[in-house]
């Protein structure tokens, strides 16, 4: 299940509604700590899914200045047996709050989150570049700096009981 999850996050672009896309990037998958990151993009938006060991929540963050300060967040966490995916933004070193509540948008194209035997996977479309002051723009064959974090549980008010950070190039 996963694995198929990213797999077809890998695939997307390639074999998907954006094949004929001159811009089309191919899917790369990477791991930081527990965390596995598969990331693709259409030159348009970023398509992405994260995944941990973990029943709880799970969040990746793009572009800190500092620990979570400045990242654009996408934050996702199951309700009862909804998923929730939630476009946040560090408002501090060690503070985030949902873009709209600081005036912002939500930016979240697509969205999904699932759990299977203990491990948790949320995938999310997002603009490269959606405008808004409290996400990063993204910038293909820039480096990004990725952080990773994931509780023990779905209340994404308590701290992280796993965290990671990484660099990619888009
Ligand atoms: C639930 C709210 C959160 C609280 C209260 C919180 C708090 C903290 C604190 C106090 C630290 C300092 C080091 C430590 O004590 O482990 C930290 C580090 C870190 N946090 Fe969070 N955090 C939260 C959410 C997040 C989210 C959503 C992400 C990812 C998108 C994240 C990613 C990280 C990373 C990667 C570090 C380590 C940074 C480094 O080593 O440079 N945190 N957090």
Known sequence: MI??????????????????????????TISAGKFTFAYSSDGANLIASVSAPV??????????????????????????????????YGDGMFSHKPDTALGGKNDIILSSVTRDKGTTTMTFTIPLDSGDKYDSKLIAGENVKLI???????????????KATATIKL
């Open 3 to 28: 694995k198929a999850i990213i797999a077809a996050v890998i695939a997307g672009f390639a074999f998907g509604a954006f094949a004929g896309d001159s811009t089309v990037t191919q899917g790369k």
């Open 55 to 88: 029943a709880g929540w799970i969040a990746v963050g793009f572009n800190p200045t500092s620990v979570m300060k400045q990242a654009n967040m996408i934050v996702g966490y199951m309700n009862g047996t909804t998923g929730v995916v939630v476009d946040q």
């Open 148 to 162: 990773f974090a994931a509780g023990k549980t779905d209340d994404i008010a308590k701290k992280h009981s796993m």
